[in-house]
């Protein structure tokens, strides 16, 4: 095993050690020393298999947000980017206007204006298309109403209706 500080290798899951049992002939544990012990071994079990998956997980959060960093300087450096690519567009209408070099760049500012409507239109459309979770918030209605029903001194709900 390699020491949690050493680098490049798995990290170190503490265990949570068993208590040393003492030796018992057949038949001489009752059923309750049993049970007890059965269920000190399932807790510790538990407590380990807990205590493993958070070391785990851990480390995968820890690979997802270092690969998260790369995307956004990535992203930051294509937006930064699009100023050269709007500026060279303008640049190529004024080859057309070679007299009036303002009018290349309002040319392109108008038509960044259009692509910017017609996305933000987009995205109105399909943001308007989002609906609550009806099943949902159906079926969390009927298990509150269940577990209401289950005490003894809660009145029965009325029923769901479903929305129209």
């Known amino acids: 095993m390699t020491s949690p500080s050493s680098p490049g290798g798995p990290p170190v899951v503490p265990s949570i050690p068993l208590h040393a049992e003492a030796a018992r002939q057949n038949g001489d544990a009752s059923v309750g020393a049993l049970v007890k012990e059965v269920t000190t071994h399932v807790s510790t079990l538990v407590r380990a298999e807990v205590e493993l998956a958070k070391q785990e997980i851990t480390g995968e959060v820890k690979k997802g947000v270092q690969g998260s960093i790369f995307f956004v300087l990535a992203g ?20 057309l206007f070679p007299t009036q070099r303002w009018a290349g760049f309002a040319i392109t ?56």
């Open 76 to 95: 930051v450096v294509a937006l930064f980017s699009l100023w050269f690519f709007f500026f060279a567009v303008a640049e190529a209408f004024n080859l």
């Open 109 to 164: 500012f108008v038509l960044m204006l259009i692509i910017a409507g017609v996305a933000g239109f987009l995205g109105y459309l399909k943001v308007r298309k989002i609906k609550a979770p009806e099943r949902t918030i159906e079926t969390a209605k009927e298990s509150v109403e269940v577990l209401r029903r289950g005490r003894s001194d809660a009145p029965a709900a009325t029923p769901i209706s479903p929305r129209t």
